[in-house]
Structures are given as structure tokens and as C-alpha cells.
């Protein structure tokens, strides 16, 4: 059986909900759900593209953690409180994969756990070990 490694960012959300920021199993990394927040307070508030940004940032910081890359990511998940804002929210994701090119999906929803909140992503990776 392969190694569980679980990465957690500090946030007390993990402890109450139950979750960690990354997990890998073998060669495959999720993580979370992520969001454009820092220290408890709201990155890019009315900017899906500055929130996109934002989150991708996180994201790549967390994957270095365990040894991994963008170029890894072979799937994104995006959930969106306004769908009309996808070219924002399209662009900032091109800037980071262009080139990779990973299956993505973009799904308006209802609402973020707090309403400044305009994109929540996760990503799945697969490293070469």
C-alpha cells in the first residue's frame, strides 16, 4: 500500500471540518478546495481575475511542497459564483496553463463560504516518481 502524506496549511478550518490542504497517495496529489484568502482576509474582493491568480499561486506553493510542479496538474476544478465572469477567470488560469493544457471544468454555483468569494479551485497532479 502507498504512503499517505497529508499537508496542512495552518488554518483552523482543517481541524473543525476535517480536511487537509494536499493529500498524496503514490504519485498522485488533490488538493483542496482553495480559495483566494490570506490570514483570514480576502484577496482580489470583486476581481475573479486577481482571485484566480491568487488561488493558482497557493496552489503551486503547496505542490512544491510536496515535490511537484504545475506541469504535473492534469486536471482543474473551478466553481464560480458568476459564470459570466469565465473570461477573468479563463484568462488568469491560461497564464498558468497554456502549455499544460490539464482537463479543466468551470461550474457556476450557488454561493462560497463567504460571499467575497468568487472562485474556489482544486487540482489533481500525477508526479513522475
Known amino acids: 500500500m502507498d504512503k499517505r502524506?497529508?499537508?496542512?496549511?495552518g488554518s483552523e478550518w482543517e481541524k473543525k471540518v476535517g480536511y487537509s490542504r494536499a493529500v498524496k497517495v503514490g504519485n498522485v496529489i488533490?488538493?483542496?478546495?482553495?480559495?483566494?484568502?490570506?490570514e483570514g482576509e480576502i484577496v482580489g474582493i470583486n476581481d475573479p481575475y486577481l482571485q484566480t491568480r491568487?488561488?493558482?499561486?497557493?496552489?503551486?506553493d503547496v505542490l512544491k511542497e510536496l515535490g511537484?510542479?504545475?506541469?504535473?496538474?492534469?486536471?482543474?476544478r473551478m466553481y464560480v459564483v458568476d459564470?459570466?465572469?469565465w473570461e477573468e477567470i479563463g484568462k488568469?488560469?491560461?497564464e498558468f496553463f497554456r502549455d499544460?493544457?490539464?482537463a479543466a471544468?468551470?461550474?457556476?454555483?450557488k454561493s462560497l463560504i463567504h460571499p467575497d468569494l468568487l472562485v474556489e479551485i482544486e487540482v489533481t497532479a500525477v508526479v513522475n516518481e
Open 68 to 76: 511537484c510542479f504545475m506541469k504535473d496538474i492534469v486536471r482543474t
Open 92 to 94: 488568469a488560469h491560461a
Open 83 to 85: 459564470i459570466s465572469q
Open 54 to 60: 491568487y488561488i493558482l499561486e497557493r496552489i503551486a
Open 5 to 9: 502524506i497529508n499537508i496542512g496549511s
Open 105 to 109: 471544468t468551470m461550474v457556476e454555483v
Open 30 to 38: 488533490e488538493v483542496a478546495g482553495t480559495t483566494a484568502t490570506k
Open 100 to 102: 499544460i493544457r490539464p
